[in-house]
């Protein structure tokens, strides 16, 4: 599908975390005219549409799930969540947001009521899970082997949080695990092989949103395997609609990270 640069504009001004899928409804929306060609006055009858009370509502299935693009390729990756999306497609779907959002709200409900998931290949989060009500980070540990040193110091170089350095004694690579993000840089730039990968697994955050009352996630400590996210996600689920009342978003529901680990012992 083809846009013109006057229909590409006013969608540029979108949130970014609903754009994809406004612009995959006026791209279906003009496909099914049997254009080819996206033109300003269709992005400006569907938002017409969009904000009519009614059209929104339509709009509306109670939560949203995005995910980044590195499935497609993306040299950053450090663990894939492409395998998780279908997955957390159908916890969420089996959870009905939607009715329980009507249950407190009726049809007053906003894209801002959704609760929103966010998966990311690695931890530059292009997605941004750190504002969304649950977060999920792809990641991989790395770890010194036994395969010698060169002392080229790409790792270092490579490294954009200053975790890694070289002991000049054992020459050897030294992580600093405190300040590691567990992108996975320096493990694909060792020419030798030293840095291997431990383990992969993905980091959850809780609680984030945007809105007239930001706020950062809060990140749970340790790293967790596709079946312990599937359980988190079904347990985050399980205590926001046991918990939240008029729409209250799911963020509001704790504050602490005390509170965030006891929420999901």
Request: proline share 4%.
């Amino acid at each position: 599908m083809k846009w013109s640069l006057e229909a590409e504009a006013p969608i540029n001004k979108v949130p970014f975390f609903i754009r994809k899928k406004v612009k995959k409804k006026v791209a279906a929306h003009v496909g099914n005219l049997g254009r080819s060609m996206v033109h300003l006055a269709d992005v400006t009858a569907l938002k017409q549409q969009f904000l009519a009370k009614r059209g929104m509502a339509k709009q509306m299935k109670g939560y949203d799930i995005s995910a980044c693009f590195g499935s497609e390729g993306c040299p950053y990756a450090a663990c894939s969540t492409a395998d998780l999306i279908a997955d957390l497609e159908n916890l969420v779907k089996q959870a009905d947001i939607l009715s329980f959002l009507r249950s407190s709200l009726g049809e007053n409900i906003k894209f801002h009521h959704e609760f929103r998931i966010a998966l990311c290949d690695c931890p530059n989060a292009c997605s941004r899970p750190q504002i969304a009500d649950i977060g999920i980070m792809g990641t991989t540990v790395p770890v010194v082997g036994t395969a010698d040193c060169t002392g080229c110091n790409a790792c270092v170089q490579a490294c954009p949080d200053q975790a890694v350095m070289l002991n000049g004694q054992e020459e050897k690579p030294v992580i600093d695990y405190d300040l590691c993000q567990y992108c996975g840089r320096c493990i694909q730039i060792c020419p030798a092989h030293t840095l291997e990968t431990a383990r992969t697994g993905f980091r959850i955050l809780l609680g984030g949103q945007l809105g007239r009352h930001p706020r950062l996630a809060l990140e749970m400590p340790g790293l967790y395997s596709h079946d312990q996210v599937l359980t988190v996600v079904q347990t985050s689920l399980d205590f926001y609609k046991t918990h939240s009342k008029n729409g209250q978003r799911f963020s509001r529901l704790f504050t602490r990270t005390d509170q965030v680990i006891s929420f999901t012992s």
